[in-house]
C-alpha cells in the first residue's frame, strides 16, 4: 500500500467525519430549541460524562480514554455554542492555568473574559455578566486558594463542576541554541518547580533567572526577545508564538490543580460519581464536642468526606470559624438530605457535580 494511498483512504475518513459532525449538530440544533423554549440549562456535566463512559466501554481502537475526551469535549464545547452561546469569566492572565482548565471544558471556540482577579471572576458571574466563571481551588503541592474559598461563603454562587489539570511546564525561547539564552522568564514559584530541568540542562551558562508576575508574562517576554526563554504553559507558549523546545519538564508529573466552575443558577441530576460541596457555620462552635457531632453525622450514614477547611468568621467575633466540606455523593441522595435537613439553619449546599477523576 503506497503513501498516497493511505492518505487517500483518510481523506475519505474525515469526509466522512465532517458529515457525521454536521449530522450531529443539527440535532444539537434541534436540542437547543427545545432547551430554550423550556428554558433549560445548556451546560450539563452529567450528562457529558455518561457519552463519555459509554464511549470508552464501547472503545475497541488505538484512541485512548484521554484522546477521547480531549477530541468529544470540543465537540461538546462546539455543541454548546451552537445550542446558545455563553460567556464564561476565568482568571486571568490568558495563556494561564486557569485559561487552560477553561478550555479544556468550554473548548476553543467560546466567548472568554479574561479577568484579573479571583474576585472579579465571582462578581461576573453574580452580576450576570458571564454565565460561567473558572477559578482554581488548590494545588495538590501547595495547598488551597485561600480567597477562592472565602468567596464561596460570601458569595452566593453555586459550583456547577469542577476540572482537575496536571500543571505542565514547557520551555520556550526563539533560540534552539541553549548557551545562547541570557534571560529565563517565569514565575519564582515555576523555577522551583522546574529546578531540576534547569540545573541538568543551565549549569555553567551564562542564562539569568528573571521572576515574572506569570508565566503568560514570561512567554511574551520571550515572543519579544531572540535569545531570551520562558518556562510557561503549553498554551501560553502557542498563544504568543514561542517554539517549545522540551516539554514537561517540572520535576514531578504528579502536580496537580484543581478548578471550579461557578453559576449563578444550577443543578445537576446524578451521575453515580458525585461529589457535594457545603459551606457549615455551626451554632456553638466553641462548645466542646460540637464539630465533633456534626462529623459523625458523615461518619454514621458511611459518607466519604473528602475535605474540611475551617476559615475565620470576619464578623467581629473572636476566634470562630466556618466550615468548608466537601464529601462523595449528591445532595439528593437520602442520608446527605437528611444532614441537610436536620442542619438546615447552619449548612447551605453549593452544589452537586461529577467528581473529576485524578
Known sequence: MTLESLRNQIDALDNQLLDLLNQRMELVRHVGEVKKSSNAIIYRPEREKQ????????????????????????????????????RIAYLGPEGSFTHQAAESRFGAMSEYMVLPTIRSVFESVETGRARFGVVPIENNQEGVVNETIDLLYEKDLLIAAEAQI?????????????????HIYSK???????????????EGLPAELVPVESTSKAAKLAAQQPKAAAICSHIASKLFGVPVLFDNIEDTDLNRTRFLILAKDFKNQKSGNDKTTIVARLQNTNKP?????????????????TKIESRPLRD????????LIE?????????????????ASDVKCLGSYVRALS
Open 289 to 305: 464536642g460540637v464539630l465533633a457531632a456534626f462529623l459523625q453525622e458523615f461518619d454514621a450514614r458511611n459518607i466519604n468526606l
Open 327 to 343: 464529601f462523595e455523593g449528591h445532595a439528593n441522595d437520602q442520608p446527605v438530605q437528611d444532614i441537610l435537613q436536620r442542619y
Open 188 to 202: 519564582d514559584i515555576a523555577f522551583g518547580q522546574c529546578s531540576k530541568f534547569l540545573r541538568e540542562y543551565f
Open 51 to 86: 457519552i463519555l463512559d459509554r464511549l470508552h466501554q464501547q472503545n475497541k481502537g488505538l484512541l485512548t480514554p484521554a484522546a477521547i475526551d480531549a477530541i468529544f469535549l470540543e465537540v461538546f464545547a462546539v455543541s454548546r455554542n451552537l445550542e446558545m452561546p455563553e
Open 316 to 323: 467581629g467575633a473572636t476566634f470562630k470559624y466556618w466550615f
Open 166 to 182: 496536571p500543571v505542565h511546564f514547557t520551555f520556550a525561547s526563539q533560540t534552539e541554541t541553549l548557551s545562547e539564552i541570557t
